[in-house]
């Protein structure tokens, strides 16, 4: 799907999924409870994180990055970065001459990712309002944090005015599968096996809760077509998803040349 207008289009809100019943009853109880949980979790974050993707996900952001084209001396935000795993990687590529900066809500994530030494600079903001100049950047990064925005079309303004002309955006999600099996899996995974193994081993409800909570905006998302939809509507050219095992989606979009 490509989209020739350089110029974005009006567009309507566009939340990532709709309210999650148990969970929040309005868009504040939403963020609230987001912020608190992460906040809570931050210290386990990476530890889950690696234990979920049963050691994989370090190789497959690493592999999105070079599908990206990201190369050594360039500029690249990543944008609800959580404890910086996807900077990290970013940080290893772009070199000495390069710059990684990391935006997330979180505090205590970002307090993780600059312990780490994953980014050279942070701040706490939201997608949607970026304390970004103009054209700053090479390549914006989101992975696995979109279903967390607000409005998927603001944070997408957003990403195309911080990128530099030709930058990239790259999206890492999970999508639920097509197959029932494979779904009915997924979910039993997600919604128990990986809730429970991450109370057991970090004996945090929060790190528990959240987890919990990160099946149920897979399930609730929008479409993939929905999220290509936005980025073109937002201006992004050449926008594509990649897709491993199913599961795993990876859009990318250009901003133009100026003409």
């Known amino acids: 799907m490509t989209n020739h207008t350089a110029e974005p289009k009006t567009t309507e809100p566009l939340a990532p999924h709709p309210v999650i019943p148990g ?25 889950i994180n690696r234990g979920m993707s049963l050691g994989t996900g370090h190789r497959y952001r690493r592999m999105a990055l070079r599908r990206a084209r990201l190369r050594r001396g360039m500029s690249l935000l990543d944008v609800g970065c959580g404890t910086g795993v996807i900077a990290g990687h970013a940080r290893k590529i772009v070199g000495e001459t390069g710059k990684v900066v990391g935006v997330d809500p979180s505090e205590g994530m970002l307090a993780v990712a600059r312990a780490e030494g994953r980014i050279d600079s942070s701040h706490v903001a939201m997608a949607e309002s970026l304390p970004i100049d103009d054209e700053t950047f090479d390549m914006v990064t989101m992975g696995y944090a979109l279903r967390h925005v607000d409005n998927l079309h603001t944070a997408f303004k957003e990403y195309h005015r911080v990128l530099r002309p030709g930058g990239t955006v790259v999206i890492l999600e999970i999508t639920p599968p097509r197959s029932k099996l494979a779904f009915h899996f997924l979910k039993a995974y997600l919604r128990i096996v990986v809730p429970t193994l991450t109370r057991v081993t970090t004996r945090s409800q929060s790190a528990q809760e959240l987890m919990s909570y990160y099946w149920e905006t897979i399930e609730h998302c929008v479409p993939p077509m929905s999220i290509m939809e936005a980025m073109e509507a937002t201006g992004f050219e050449q926008v594509h998803r990649h897709t491993e095992l199913g599961v795993f989606s990876e859009y990318t979009g250009r901003k133009a040349f100026e003409r």
């Open 23 to 47: 969970y929040f009853e309005s868009e504040t109880e939403r963020r609230d409870l987001v912020d608190k949980l992460f906040n809570e979790s931050a210290p386990h974050y990476d530890h």
